[in-house]
């Protein structure tokens, strides 16, 4: 298996434009972690699911964002409009069984400007 | 609420010292996790330890869990430029066994 699969690897993009970021996991893994990462608040759980459903999303900041999984090999996390403070790095995450050993995508480091 | 607490925040060493970084939970763990991040890079998992009491080693690293099954450390003997990066526990949350709670993290940082 080639690991979790993120792209884009960097994005660039105006305030106030719509932001798609998208996740491969591992096949066969049934959890599923979107994290933000900064320097101010280091690794946060924004949403994860379990078999395509959300299970948690307290960690999502704001309506802005949102996350999807139509099925076991693919998963999006949205921000709409973007703003300046959600330039982080979001790492997307699987696992087998929860909360066991995560595998990180190389993630996707965002910049809004 | 439950919390991971990790010191310290840095720690500058010579190559050739030791490094340690120590994590504290709030609540009992089912487990901890170690993981660590290069510059740039993304977390790697290092191992899982379960067992109160347990010491694991991989090569130069020493992981340690506590009796209490409370509080963790990670040592690193003789760090290498290699070594670099930042260290994080994780343990699960007491009320949903499927999520990691995670420590700030610990970067090792080799003076030059």
């Known amino acids: 298996d080639a690991g979790v699969i993120q792209s884009p690897r960097h994005e660039v993009t105006e305030m106030g434009q719509e932001v798609t970021l998208r996740c491969k996991p591992i096949?066969?893994?049934?959890?599923l972690f979107w994290y933000r990462q900064t320097m101010m608040r280091g690794l946060e759980l924004l949403i994860y699911f379990n078999n395509n459903v959300p299970i948690d999303d307290s960690g999502m900041p704001e309506d802005r964002f949102s996350a999807k999984m139509p099925n076991a090999s693919f998963s999006t996390l949205k921000i709409q409009p973007s703003e300046p403070r959600d330039s982080a790095v979001y790492f997307c995450?699987?696992?087998?069984?929860?909360?066991?050993?995560?595998?990180f995508g190389q993630g996707t480091r965002l910049t809004v400007v | 609420g439950q919390q991971v607490m990790q010191i310290p925040q840095y720690q500058h060493v010579q190559e050739g010292e030791d490094f340690t970084t120590y994590c504290n939970s709030s609540t009992t763990l089912s487990n901890i996790q170690w993981y660590k991040q290069r510059p740039g890079g993304h977390p790697v998992f290092l191992i899982q330890?379960?067992?109160s009491g347990e010491v694991k080693k991989q090569k130069r690293l020493t992981f340690q869990f506590g009796e209490a099954k409370k509080n963790s450390s990670l040592h690193i003997t003789a760090t290498q430029t290699t070594d670099v990066g930042t260290y994080f526990c994780a343990g699960p949350r007491v009320d949903s066994n499927y999520q990691l709670i995670w420590g700030a993290g610990t970067k090792l940082i080799i003076k030059p």
């Open positions: 096949s066969g893994h049934d959890y």
């Open positions: 330890l379960v067992k």
């Open positions: 995450a699987s696992s087998f069984t929860g909360a066991t050993e995560a595998f």
